[in-house]
């Protein structure tokens, strides 16, 4: 559990780092109209395509994008779904409680004798 | 826009029992997080986590509402403020033992408000507002 939720949290800080560039959030939404190749990305910026390039792996680090090779080209394409994820803020609580609540029931069962016939016999 | 939580557990003791649990500092600090809590009404206190990218970790509460042993009524603000909610327990004899009803209320704002949960002191700045438009965009993609 614990690694897991971790991964998550690193997960997310990775999707902000992403964001916190604006070469990058640009990039996120020309890539909203559908996928593209990275020439026709870079017509849009005025650093050099290898610097494109760079930021674009940072993307696909973060999750962000995917990439794929058609021919000498990569195409890239937008993966929403971390971002769905990372704005769906709700979800971090009930995350938080339905573990804290287990945890509960864990000291109760710890703290306290098991009280005769009262419990079903489950863990 | 406002969101509530809420969860229901049935547990195995009797309420005073469960009270003891959701009021012990010791108890408190052993499913919940480490803090300062005391049942009396009025009084502020914190649970202190680790530190997440994002988040200093701490929650700042004030006691609202101690009705040994059935409901205790909480606030929880977090992240500068950004998380200004509401917790109430409430406990019910049953007979299989104590049925536990969490309620978590009042958040607002809702994408918004995770941006702010998330985003630390060393990002607030830069993301508040630039980021906040971009992730609400993207996120609405189908």
């Given at each position: 559990m614990r690694p897991a939720l971790k991964e998550k949290n690193d997960c997310k800080a990775e999707v902000f780092r992403s964001l916190t560039d604006s070469t990058r959030r640009k990039l996120l939404d020309l890539l909203r109209e559908g996928e593209k190749p990275v020439m026709e990305l870079a017509v849009?910026?005025?650093?050099?395509l290898p610097a494109v390039s760079q930021h674009l792996r940072q993307l696909r680090e973060a999750g962000l994008v995917l990439e794929r090779r058609h021919g000498r080209q990569r195409i890239y394409r937008l993966e929403a779904t971390p971002l769905r994820e990372v704005a769906d803020w709700l979800s971090h609580f009930e995350d938080f409680w339905r573990t804290r609540l287990v945890r509960l029931r864990d000291h109760l069962d710890a703290a306290h004798a098991k009280p005769a016939g009262a419990r079903k016999e489950s863990k | 826009m406002t969101r509530d939580l809420r969860f229901e557990e049935v547990y195995p003791y009797p309420p005073d029992v469960v009270w003891r649990a959701i009021t012990s500092r010791e108890a408190l600090a052993e499913w919940l997080a480490p803090n300062d809590f005391e049942?009396?009404?009025g009084r502020p206190f914190e649970f202190r986590s680790d530190p997440k990218p994002g988040w200093d970790g701490i929650i700042r509460c004030q006691v609202l509402e101690v009705d040994p042993p059935r409901t205790l009524r909480y606030s929880w603000v977090s992240a500068n403020g950004a998380v200004d909610t509401l917790v109430r327990f409430t406990l019910e004899p049953v007979p299989e033992g104590t049925r536990l009803l969490l309620e978590h209320t009042g958040f607002r704002g809702a994408k918004s408000l995770m941006i702010s949960f998330l985003i630390g002191a060393g990002w607030r700045r830069i993301l508040r507002h630039r980021v906040r438009a971009t992730v609400e965009r993207l996120a609405a993609r189908p």
């Open positions: 849009h910026f005025k650093m050099s | 049942p009396a009404l």
